[in-house]
């Protein structure tokens, strides 16, 4: 791993990951409650890093998203770029695991409201594991 890399709560986010994030692709956030997995879609720009292990996306909808959250805090994140070089050829992405709540009020709800004025509610993800997968 590089150094510059950002310590995140026992594991560093490597160099490529936060390369990522600098470009805009789409990320996909799974859930899954008491039937089904369900997917739903924001963007690499719109995810924001703290310094306590958890990514912060800002949430509008994500009705059926935080139903199945309720029922089960489990969530798989993929994101990617296909501006950043991967393993073998250009394109790579990830794949994010850790559990999930939303926010309606609070410090980093605030923050994030300040940066995106449509969001109702913030959608938490504590970082358990990620890997990349291209």
């Given at each position: 791993?590089?150094?510059?890399?950002?310590?995140?709560?026992?594991?560093?986010f490597?160099?490529?990951?936060l390369?990522?994030?600098?470009?805009?692709?789409v990320v996909s956030?799974?859930?899954?409650?008491?039937?089904?997995a369900?997917?739903?879609?924001?963007?690499?720009?719109?995810?924001?890093?703290?310094?306590?292990?958890?990514i912060?996306?800002?949430?509008?909808?994500?009705i059926?998203?935080?139903?199945?959250?309720?029922e089960?805090?489990?969530?798989?994140?993929?994101?990617?770029?296909?501006?950043?070089m991967?393993?073998?050829?250009?394109?790579?992405?990830?794949?994010?695991?850790?559990?999930?709540?939303?926010?309606?009020?609070?410090?980093?709800?605030?923050?994030?409201k300040?940066?995106f004025?449509?969001?109702?509610?913030?959608?938490?993800?504590?970082?358990?594991?990620y890997?990349?997968?291209?």
């Open positions: 791993m590089s150094l510059i890399e950002i310590f995140i709560g026992g594991f560093m490597n160099e490529k990951f390369e990522v994030l600098k470009h805009e692709g956030i799974v859930s899954c409650g008491v039937n089904e369900h997917v739903s879609n924001t963007w690499n720009s719109y995810l924001t890093i703290t310094d306590n292990n958890k912060l996306i800002p949430a509008a909808a994500m059926l998203t935080e139903k199945n959250i309720i089960n805090p489990k969530v798989k994140l993929t994101l990617g770029s296909h501006e950043v991967g393993y073998r050829y250009m394109g790579t992405g990830f794949l994010v695991e850790g559990t999930a709540k939303f926010l309606k009020e609070g410090a980093d709800f605030d923050m994030m300040e940066k004025s449509f969001l109702t509610r913030v959608l938490e993800i504590t970082v358990t594991s890997k990349q997968t291209l």
